[in-house]
């Protein structure tokens, strides 16, 4: 089998190169032509930066120290976030597939190869019919962006088929978070943490894929705060904490369940709130009695004592704030896991007060904009549902189509992919999505893709996932277009244009536009501007619970963002969920939780183990996360020379104990073998990981990638891959991977 | 311009990350473009995620300019220690061998002892330096003394430090529990023994073998 790792031809041609300061970035005497406040592209933090521009060109950065949320803070990724513009490996023209051409793409027109992405779509659809194409979406674009996507699958294409890169970041919060309390969002604004006297972090690499939260987190300690880190590993965050609790990967709800056992014998309950504020208390309560310290030991790899002084410290805090990441999210129970989190929460009562909070800390930029007004497979604006006759009607208004027209729900990021393998789906548009980097087990996803009569992706860069493509579009860089995304705490916040798209490139919703032109269906395609476009959202999303029609650029500016819901101008937003005495649009006025009682749900979440554990053949537990100078699958950061500096390469941590009983010695090159394929990399022994877990960090491609072994076992109800537990051996290597897996 | 009397600099390793925005961060810096004058260090990663930024503590009395042979190294009436001068310095690496921190590098490319100025250029015009504006976890922290008190009620700062026989008093602050010492005893601080023991038992690492951590 022929390397999964591009060809030396390709990476000559298309990178990834790593870009360092030079010129104007390196001459201290260069006077910026403007300063531009705008967000980081990176994650779900969105801090404020101000971009430096001279010469059309962003040559620095300057903290920008009125943003509320960092206050000019910034981890290294924000940072060299500039050295992403001006790249030699930016695609600057529209490329079409071709053996020929160096690197095995050539340089094609802009209106050629609309035109032909066009012209292949129709032949597609009339072949097959309307589901024939799918869409692959990101939530690191514009919620703008990820709006127009959502409508342009089901106004343009009609297909059922369209999901977004979302599925494998924060959908498990999303699903526990819209059972329990009817809403998806984080309960509490981040300087709620600051109030609490009790912080709970359960799977969460705070410190490097969350840094600026860790201030939050550091500054509540400061103020005599406890905090307690929930982590088969020792991380940053977990350095200085005041209770570690090293979790047995994917065993997450038994140590919730633990907990609120111990609650319920020791009585540490709020009855009140529970009584008057939740429903499904008892046959939760009841679900948790086979949860003793003993067994929750057994399950969770936890010491009984220190399960106790964990139960001990929740259960007798005044106030608290519970943060939970893709730690318990990636599994294939992930939403059992956030409910579980969500029960000890509602069984304190304590939500939805000064100081009270829950949140998950969500990853990627745009993550909770982007999940909230449609690009979702079974989702419409506003946090509508597809499948419900009454949204379906209010939107297809707003979009002035039947509601019959729109398509029925169609299946998750995954099932999308299967459904091209299985020949069902034959032509893929895909922006702002790295599959083959980001998905489990991708050596099926490369087979996949490589299967489809046409793949037409859009991209600043030329990703690996479009290595199989077709054409590839040039879009536009987070700094070349406007618009609006919602940070982690739930705040809209306005991104700002610094410099034009140079070349050919054109920003994305300008490019679906076009393709909808070529098509010959530009009805509802003509939007002008991005602020055109949330000037629709605005109406599509009114009524929803995800209410965005009170926001306005102008709003976002003056205000530093906004809250939602926001159903009307003169509304001051919502920074925290659920207080009591609140309005909201589903309860109206019965309660605080967006159900029509107004109260919250207690819902069962029964422990199961993840789908492989550990055997006599594959005797450890894989792991996967990120690194503090990396984001996602890697195809920005891998670009910026200093970033790359700082993490070269992938390693696997392995604790002292099983390195030596595997004869593995540091730097020493080991294979990580699992049921879907190898990886060899080279070893970081530390003691800082549980001895029956290694872990790998996922940022990069080929032989290199770590989702050459994770699973793609998925929860039956958010479809997150369980990227955080499955079954591994290890062993020493003789060479470096060549990927003849 | 001066750097502000009321604006101090305070450095609390109980925070850092590891992050490296620091280091990202101050070779952005204008009067240094392109070079890092802070370093990370790494304890021991294979114990403890532990790093420490290492900044220069800008000494009242600089053991680097003690020992500069061509007087290269010049504390400005504001404290600031800057980087040696460049038509002065022999690149002869006595201060670098010399600072009690480990603070000066040798920019071999230039024959420059080059080191951290507290960002002359930014906090001579009212600006945080860079270093301090970007850290996400607030490890490295700009401010007047008013506000690392309201901040930090259960850390102080100190600045004055015992190597061995040598007291230096600095600039800049360390931040360490408001129960330590007024001085820090540099050795007793990491927990090496007389012998150059490693420091005992890490609580949370017994958590990994099944112990109580607390």
Redesign the interface.
């Known amino acids: 089998m022929p390397s999964t790792d591009a060809s030396p031809a390709f990476t000559e041609r298309f990178g990834p190169h790593p870009s360092r300061s030079t010129g104007p970035r390196l001459d201290p005497g260069a006077v910026p032509d403007r300063a531009v406040n705008t967000h980081c592209c990176f994650c779900g933090q969105q801090c404020g930066i101000t971009l430096l521009v001279k010469d059309e060109e962003v040559i620095g950065f300057e903290p920008w120290m009125e943003f509320p949320f960092n206050q000019g803070k910034l981890c290294p990724k924000g940072v060299k976030r500039y050295l992403q513009g001006a790249h030699p490996d930016r695609l600057t023209h529209a490329v079409a597939a071709d053996e020929s051409a160096p690197g095995g793409f050539r340089p094609i027109a802009y209106d050629e190869a609309v035109a032909r992405v066009a012209s292949e779509i129709d032949r597609i659809q009339r072949a097959y019919g309307p589901a024939a194409v799918g869409c692959l979406s990101g939530a690191s674009l514009t919620t703008e962006k990820a709006y127009l996507m959502g409508k342009f699958a089901r106004v343009c294409l009609k297909t059922p088929y369209i999901d977004y890169n979302g599925r494998l970041c924060m959908v498990s919060a999303a699903a526990a978070n819209k059972k329990a309390f009817g809403i998806d969002r984080a309960a509490n604004p981040w300087s709620d943490i600051l109030e609490t006297e009790l912080v709970w972090i359960s799977g969460a690499n705070v410190a490097e894929c969350a840094p600026i939260t860790t201030d939050y987190v550091w500054q509540a300690r400061e103020r005599g705060a406890r905090v307690i880190v929930v982590d088969p590993r020792l991380t940053p965050i977990a350095r200085t904490c005041d209770l570690f609790l090293p979790i047995r990967p994917g065993t997450d709800i038994a140590l919730f369940a633990g907990v609120l056992r111990l609650m319920i014998e020791n009585d540490w309950l709020d009855h009140a709130f529970i009584r008057d504020h939740t429903i499904g208390w008892e046959q939760v309560a009841a679900s948790v009695e086979e949860w003793t310290p003993r067994r929750t030991a057994e399950v969770t790899g936890i010491a009984e004592g220190s399960i106790r002084k964990a139960a001990e410290w929740w259960g007798q805090a005044k106030s608290s704030f519970l943060l939970h990441a893709r730690g318990i999210e990636h599994s294939s129970h992930g939403v059992a896991n956030c409910l579980g989190a969500i029960h000890i929460v509602l069984a304190s009562g304590r939500i939805g007060r000064k100081g009270c909070g829950y949140a998950t800390i969500t990853g990627q930029g745009n993550g909770q904009g982007g999940r909230e007004h449609g690009q979702k497979c079974d989702q419409l604006p506003g946090g509508r549902d597809l499948a419900n006759p009454d949204h379906r009607a209010y939107v297809a208004g707003v979009w002035g189509v039947p509601p019959d027209s729109l398509p029925a729900p169609g299946v998750d990021a995954y099932e999308l992919i299967r459904k091209i393998d299985q020949g069902e789906i034959r032509g893929l548009l895909s922006l702002c999505f790295n599959p083959v980097i980001s998905l489990p087990d991708n050596a099926f996803v490369r087979r996949a893709l490589d299967k489809l009569e046409f793949y037409a992706a859009i991209d600043f860069f030329l990703n690996d996932s479009a290595r199989s493509a077709d054409v590839v579009l040039p879009g536009s860089l987070h700094e070349e277009d406007e618009g609006s995304v919602t940070t982690a705490e739930g705040r809209v916040i306005k991104i700002n244009k610094a410099i034009a798209c140079p070349g050919e490139a054109r920003e994305d919703w300008r490019i679906v536009q076009d393709i909808a032109k070529a098509l010959g269906r530009p009805q509802g395609f003509t939007f002008d501007s991005p602020g055109a476009i949330l000037e629709e959202l605005r109406v599509a999303s009114k009524g929803g619970v995800a209410d965005y029609s009170g926001i306005t650029y102008e709003r976002l500016e003056r205000e530093n963002g906004i809250f939602w819901p926001c159903p009307a101008e003169g509304h001051p937003g919502t920074p925290r969920l659920f207080e009591p005495g609140s309005w909201n649009a589903v309860a109206k006025g019965s309660g605080p939780f967006y159900f029509p009682d107004g109260k919250a749900r207690f819902v069962p979440a029964p422990y199961a183990p993840p789908a492989e554990v550990p055997d006599s053949e594959f005797p450890l537990i894989l792991t996967t996360g990120r690194v503090v100078s990396h984001f996602l699958s890697g195809e920005q950061t891998r670009r910026i020379g200093p970033l790359v500096d700082q993490c070269p390469e992938p390693f696997i941590e392995v604790h002292p104990r099983t390195a030596e009983a595997l004869g593995l010695r540091e730097g020493d090159l080991a294979t990580a073998e699992t049921r879907r394929g190898r990886c060899t990399l080279p070893v970081r022994v530390v003691r800082t990981i549980r001895p029956d877990t290694i872990f790998i960090p996922y940022h990069w491609p080929g032989t290199r990638s770590a989702n050459q072994l994770t699973i793609a076992a998925q929860d039956p109800i958010s479809k997150i891959p369980e990227y955080k537990a499955c079954a591994v051996r290890l062993f020493k290597a003789a060479a470096p991977s060549n990927g003849d897996a | 311009m001066p750097v502000p009397e009321s604006h101090e600099f305070f450095v609390d390793p ?8 620091c ?3 101050c ?2 810096c ?2 240094h ?2 070079y890092a004058m802070i370093q990370l260090d790494i304890l021991d ?7 420490i930024p290492v900044v220069c503590m800008h000494c009242d009395s600089p053991t680097c300019a003690e020992v500069c042979p061509a007087d290269a190294i010049k504390r400005t009436a504001d404290g600031v220690v800057q980087s040696a001068r460049k038509p002065r310095c022999i690149a002869c690496n006595n201060c670098v061998l010399a600072c009690p921190f480990g603070v000066p590098k040798m920019n071999t490319g230039m024959h420059l002892m080059m080191k951290c100025d507290m960002c002359y250029d930014r906090t001579s015009v009212g600006k ?1 330096p ?1 270093c301090a ?6 490890a490295l922290f700009y401010g007047t003394r008013d506000e690392i008190e309201r ?5 102080q700062p100190i600045h004055t430090f015992r190597f061995g026989m040598q007291e230096i008093t600095t600039k800049v602050h360390l931040m360490v529990r408001r129960d330590s010492a007024s001085a820090l005893n540099v050795g007793a601080a990491f927990r090496l023994t007389p012998a150059g023991d490693l420091p005992g038992e890490d609580p ?2 017994a ?8």
């Open positions: 109980g925070r850092c990350i590891g992050c490296n925005a280091v990202q961060a070779s952005e204008d009067t473009k392109g990663r294979a114990s403890s995620p532990q790093t945080k860079m504006s970007v850290c996400p976890s607030q901040l930090r009620p259960s850390s949370l690492l958590a990994m073998d099944g112990g109580t951590a607390a």
